[in-house]
C-alpha cells in the first residue's frame, strides 16, 4: 500500500511560479514510476509530466520548457516534485499525483492550481 500526500497548490497570477510536492510512503519499493496529471472543468484528466524508477521523464508538449518534474529519495519516502514556471491560464486544473506500480495505480487526493490572467 502506498499513500500519496500533495501539497503546493493556490493561486498565482500568469506568469509566477508554484512548485507542487507529493509525498510517497508505505511500499515505496513497488513504486516503477511516478508523474503528475491534471483536470481542468469539462475536460478530461491529462498527463504533465512524469518520472520513471531509472530517473528518465516525459512531458507534455504545452509544458515542456516551463514544468520541470523531479525525485527526492529518502529511507522511507519518496517526495515528487513538479515546478511550474512561466503559467498560464490554461494551466489551470486540479492537478493530481500519480503512483506506478507494475499490477497497480494509485491517486493522490488532487490539489488546485489556479492562475489568473
Request: contains cysteine; hydrophobic residues 35%.
Given at each position: 500500500?502506498?499513500?500519496?500526500?500533495?501539497?503546493?497548490?493556490?493561486?498565482?497570477?500568469?506568469?509566477?511560479?508554484l512548485?507542487?510536492?507529493?509525498?510517497?510512503?508505505?511500499?515505496?519499493?513497488?513504486?516503477?514510476?511516478?508523474?503528475?496529471?491534471?483536470?481542468a472543468?469539462?475536460?478530461?484528466?491529462?498527463?504533465?509530466?512524469?518520472?520513471r524508477?531509472?530517473?528518465?521523464?516525459?512531458y507534455?508538449?504545452?509544458?515542456?520548457?516551463?514544468?520541470?518534474?523531479?525525485?527526492?529519495?529518502?529511507?522511507?519516502?519518496?517526495?515528487?516534485?513538479?515546478?511550474?514556471?512561466?503559467?498560464?491560464?490554461?494551466?489551470?486544473?486540479?492537478y493530481?499525483?500519480?503512483?506506478?506500480?507494475?499490477?497497480?495505480?494509485?491517486?493522490?487526493?488532487?490539489?488546485?492550481?489556479?492562475?489568473?490572467?
Open positions: 500500500q502506498v499513500q500519496l500526500v500533495e501539497s503546493g497548490g493556490g493561486l498565482v497570477q500568469a506568469g509566477g511560479s512548485r507542487l510536492s507529493c509525498a510517497a510512503s508505505g511500499s515505496i519499493f513497488s513504486i516503477t514510476g511516478m508523474g503528475w496529471y491534471r483536470q472543468p469539462g475536460k478530461q484528466r491529462e498527463l504533465v509530466a512524469a518520472i524508477g531509472g530517473g528518465s521523464t516525459s507534455a508538449d504545452s509544458v515542456k520548457g516551463r514544468f520541470t518534474i523531479s525525485r527526492d529519495n529518502a529511507a522511507n519516502s519518496v517526495t515528487v516534485y513538479l515546478q511550474m514556471n512561466s503559467l498560464k491560464p490554461e494551466d489551470t486544473a486540479v493530481y499525483c500519480n503512483a506506478q506500480g507494475i499490477y497497480w495505480g494509485h491517486w493522490g487526493q488532487g490539489t488546485q492550481v489556479t492562475v489568473s490572467s
